[in-house]
């Protein structure tokens, strides 16, 4: 198996401490169960919001919202939709479109 972790000794003390401190009160003791809450953070990480010209066209749903801006655009609630022709969100209820994009998260 490849080492996935770097050298230990370039990590910041304080970003070590912080991190130790929240996995303490999470109560995550066991090598089980930090590698379980590790794995489910990578999975979080990968879910990132995407420019909207980057969403997918077809059936496939995924979620979509609108970023505010300085100048007063609404920030929307997040929607499940699909994009059956290019520019063309089903299923959203706003008049102005979505700015980002995101598959579907998994369950935990």
């Given at each position: 198996?490849?080492?996935?972790?770097?050298?230990?000794?370039?990590?910041?003390?304080?970003?070590?401490d912080?991190?130790?401190?929240?996995?303490?009160?999470?109560?995550?003791?066991?090598?089980?169960?930090?590698?379980?809450?590790?794995?489910?953070?990578?999975?979080q990480?990968?879910?990132?919001?995407?420019?909207i010209?980057?969403?997918?066209?077809?059936?496939?749903?995924?979620?979509?919202?609108?970023?505010?801006?300085?100048?007063?655009?609404?920030?929307?609630?997040?929607w499940?939709?699909?994009?059956?022709?290019?520019?063309?969100f089903s299923?959203?209820?706003?008049?102005?479109?979505?700015t980002?994009?995101?598959?579907?998260?998994?369950?935990?």
């Amino acid at each position: 198996m490849k080492t996935q972790y770097r050298n230990y000794d370039e990590i910041d003390l304080d970003i070590l401490d912080t991190h130790i401190q929240a996995m303490t009160a999470e109560k995550l003791h066991g090598k089980a169960e930090i590698a379980r809450e590790l794995a489910w953070r990578d999975e979080q990480l990968k879910m990132k919001w995407q420019p909207i010209a980057t969403a997918p066209v077809g059936m496939e749903m995924f979620i979509v919202k609108t970023f505010g801006d300085d100048e007063g655009m609404y920030t929307s609630d997040p929607w499940c939709v699909w994009q059956g022709t290019k520019d063309v969100f089903s299923r959203w209820p706003y008049t102005f479109p979505p700015t980002h994009w995101m598959s579907i998260p998994t369950g935990r």
